[in-house]
């Protein structure tokens, strides 16, 4: 069952709107925390959409917060309360329907990406596992490329608005483009299972060059001590695509749902990048295969243990929210 309902922040006290997917059967199981784009909400969204399918094709729960809505105010873009709306919304949903010795898995694309790896390596101890795509993780260089771009100039505009202005007019203004930007902060992923994917035409068939996930998984391979899976060197199209003819990339079962051809695929510790023949798009199916690929190795780690008598799913009363 879908439904939009409000909870309280537990930061600022605002009633944040988010939507859920609860399942026929009330049981435990898996959460996912969906993220929208960059300038979506809490019910906007294709790939945002597209997560809630394939949650409710597995019985799983599902939330998609609203986080402060689009990333055009200071108050939204990876800013404390718009974190903190992620956090409460998936501590809503696990204390409403005790889910809290369940995985919690986190997706988004695009500026949900940028804000999915925000999340990561602000509260990785939150996370049994994240998927994104296409994401932004240096919000100053985007924003250099925005700017000089007619069809792209909106998202230097955007983040102006957020941050206080250019980068260069002011430290502070600086500041926050760097606090925002997960590159700052890579290195605390080391040890969450995370999935960085990016399409190789992104930047010319969309907005986010496929550099930006590139060097989120390079500073990963060298937190991890693993310098040598590390793609270095220049990164532009060409180079990547004469790379990719040169490598043989190994495909798993998860890419059986592939919707996109694998050019590259690296690991370093709990972390893979995918460098995709595509352009600025998300996969769904292929997150939730990574999802469900995590599930079933924590699965033979765990000793079965059997739920109960399911009852049905009820949904919560829109003026609820967690107490802490």
Known sequence: MFTALKITSTLDWHRQPIQVYVPEVQEPRPLVVILHGWRGNYRKGRFAAECLKECARRGWYGVQPNFRGPNNRPEACASPPAMQDVFDAADWMAQRFQLEDQPCYLVGASGGGHMGLMLTVQAPERWSGVSVWASVTDLAQWHAECATSKRWAHYARDLEAVCGGPPGVSPDVDAQYTLRSPLTFMKNARGVPLDINHGINDGQKGSVPPYHSLRAFNLLALAYDMPDVALTGTLDRDALRKLAARET???????????????IRRRAGSARFTLFDGGHVGDAAAAFAWFESLQENRTTNLTATPHGNAQPSSLPPSDSHPSR
């Open 249 to 263: 990339s190994l495909l798993d079962v998860v890419d059986a749902v592939r919707q996109h051809t694998v050019l």
